[in-house]
Structure formats: structure tokens, C-alpha cells
């Protein structure tokens, strides 16, 4: 298989996509899920943006950089929901999306 670009970033992107759908999960299951609806829009919007980006940059795209742009500002809020709340998989999202938004910013050059 040959070597791909941006290996961190797509693991990145990767991770998030598995913690947002998590904290999706999750948040569905709490005691009151309608009080955890921004959060969960926000984890299905961010977990689809993830995925899109890996695939971007795994093909070549000429448009990786656009969509890790974009990607990266979906994390940032998506962390910001997240770190409102004090469960584990909330947090835990909050962290990968952080993670996340800086692999897509050094991989967009900005």
C-alpha cells in the first residue's frame, strides 16, 4: 500500500469520528436526551465533517485542505458543546474534537 499524506491528521479525523458517534450514543441514552440535543446535533455534524475529511485527504483531493478548514471549525464548537458537560463521554468527545480541529488546522497550513 503506499504511504499516505497527512497520516496524523486522517487518524485524527478518524478518532473523532468514533468519540462524536459515542457521545451521540451516549448523550441518547442519558435520563433527559431532549436537555443533550445541541450536543448531539453537534457530534453527528461533527463525526459526518470527520469522515468526509479523511476520505478527502486517503484519495488526494484537491479540496482536503478546504474541507479540513471547514472541519476544523466544526470541532471547535463541537468541543466547546462538550466541555459544558461533565459525563465522561462528553468529555472525552471535547478532547478528540480539540485534538482533532488542530491536526486539521496544521494539515490546512493555517
Do not use: F
Not at 42 to 67: F, N, T, W, Y
Not at 98 to 106: G, M, P, V
Amino acid at each position: 500500500m503506499p504511504r499516505l499524506d497527512h497520516t496524523d491528521c486522517i487518524d485524527a479525523c478518524n478518532a473523532c469520528a468514533v468519540a462524536c458517534n459515542h457521545c451521540a450514543a451516549s448523550c441518547l441514552r442519558e435520563p433527559d436526551p431532549g436537555a443533550m440535543a445541541g450536543c448531539i446535533r453537534l457530534d453527528m455534524d461533527c463525526a459526518a465533517v470527520c469522515q468526509l475529511a479523511a476520505a478527502a485527504m486517503a484519495r488526494g483531493s484537491e479540496h482536503a485542505a478546504a474541507i479540513c478548514t471547514l472541519c476544523a471549525r466544526i470541532c471547535e464548537a463541537c468541543a466547546a458543546e462538550c466541555a459544558q458537560h461533565d459525563m465522561d463521554h462528553c468529555q472525552a468527545c471535547a478532547q478528540a474534537c480539540r485534538d482533532c480541529a488542530q491536526a486539521c488546522r496544521a494539515m490546512a497550513g493555517g
